[in-house]
């Protein structure tokens, strides 16, 4: 395509997750008010819609990349975004339910700058509330009729699998101490990349591409995916509190096996040998030590190992984006979101 071609009626990365968000955004309240009262008052809590006394608020919701990398990719292969809003819905439904539960597994206290769902409502509820989202996301796709729906169904239990195997594994490597950079770099492919993956492609299913298309397109989201694991990693180091609502140095204190940790690890270095040390003594850690932790895991080299892999990640994204032969101004947004996941200012 001609450079012109790529440019023209081209949205910024934010003016495509806004317009998402827009379509978004009523299609999913009213799936979730679809909900039984209970499941629905969690949930809509956790999506920052009320409070815990179901009182209205206006809280984050998060920045929805995967809804927009469902209607973008629909648009890519010939697509309506309109007509791929339900896939959209379905997926963003999954999403939370593995934050949910996420939040409950890994203890987490905050979510989206608020108390998360199982601090308030106690941990039973927010697990069930969690189910109850990723039963919806199935009856929001059946419900379409879309004559791709059933396909789009499978896709998603393929990567709601790939997630489950990515979580377990990830805590499994709570009680290891000899965990490799290659086992930590798979588990990030399922755990981020593979709804990441799903997300683009359902969108080309209900947009009517090409089974090379979605293929393609599916790669494409799942290279994303694990660039913005890596991009999530470091910012769970080194990140500002106030922008990710989470406590500095958030995954040290927690001894979150994260990937710039297991690359600092596993690098060999006088610094991975103190870091390593430091980082699997049993008793909690101090201020000082997860300053230090945090020196060492950047002395080791891991944090700009980070970075660089992200960006050859999302190189290798952007081809397989290419390969899809998405149309130009489609292809240019989601370029744009790729680049967004790996150059995030919070």
Same mark, same amino acid.
């Given at each position: 395509m001609a450079p012109t071609e790529v440019i023209t009626g081209f949205r910024s990365a934010r003016a495509v997750l806004s317009q998402s968000r827009s379509l978004l955004d009523p299609a999913i309240r009213a799936a979730v008010d679809s909900l039984p009262a209970?499941?629905?008052?969690?949930?809509?809590?956790?999506?920052?819609?009320w409070d815990e006394h179901g009182g209205p608020v206006h809280a984050d919701s998060g920045k929805a990349i995967r809804p927009a990398l469902v209607l973008t990719s629909a648009e890519a292969v010939g697509g309506s975004p309109r007509d791929a809003v339900p896939a959209a819905v379905a997926v963003e439904l999954v999403h939370n339910f593995t934050l949910l539960h996420d939040d409950v597994m890994d203890g987490d206290r905050t979510r989206r700058h608020r108390p998360t769902a199982w601090t308030v409502f106690g941990? &039973?509820?927010?697990?069930?509330?969690g189910d109850s989202l990723l039963t919806?996301?199935?009856? /929001?796709? $059946? %419900?379409?009729?879309?004559?791709?729906?059933?396909?789009?169904?499978?896709?998603m239990s393929a990567a709601v699998l790939a997630v489950q195997e990515g979580q377990a594994t990830d805590l499994a490597f709570e009680k290891r101490a000899d965990v490799t950079l290659a086992e930590c770099v798979r588990m990030a492919e399922g755990k981020t990349g593979a709804l990441l993956g799903c997300a683009a492609a359902v969108g080309a299913l209900f947009g009517g591409g090409g089974a090379p298309q979605v293929d393609h397109l599916r790669r494409f989201g799942e290279r994303v995916g694990?660039?913005?694991?890596?991009?999530?990693d470091l910012l769970g180091i080194w990140?500002?509190?106030?922008?990710? &609502?989470?406590s500095v140095y958030s995954d040290l204190?927690?001894?979150?096996?994260?990937?710039? /940790?297991? $690359? %600092?690890?596993?690098?060999?270095?006088?610094?991975?040998?103190?870091?390593?040390?430091?980082y699997h003594r049993r008793t909690p850690l101090s201020a000082a030590e997860l300053v230090r932790a945090a020196e060492l895991i950047e002395r080791a080299g891991a944090r700009t190992w980070a970075q660089a892999h992200a960006d050859g990640v999302l190189t290798d994204a952007l081809t397989h984006l290419d390969q899809a032969a998405p149309a130009?101004?489609?292809?240019?947004?989601?370029?744009?979101?790729?680049?967004?996941?790996v150059?995030?200012?919070?």
């Open positions: 209970t499941m629905r008052r969690i949930a809509g809590y956790h999506f920052g819609w941990l &039973g509820p927010a697990i069930l509330a919806l996301a199935y009856d /929001v796709l $059946a %419900a379409t009729g879309h004559p791709r729906a059933q396909d789009a169904s499978r896709v694990l660039a913005f694991q890596l991009v999530d990140g500002d509190p106030t922008a990710t &609502g989470k204190e927690s001894r979150k096996k994260s990937l710039p /940790v297991v $690359a %600092a690890l596993s690098s060999n270095t006088p610094a991975s040998r103190e870091l390593a040390t430091i130009p101004r489609a292809a240019a947004e989601l370029t744009a979101l790729a680049h967004l996941t150059r995030r200012d919070h």
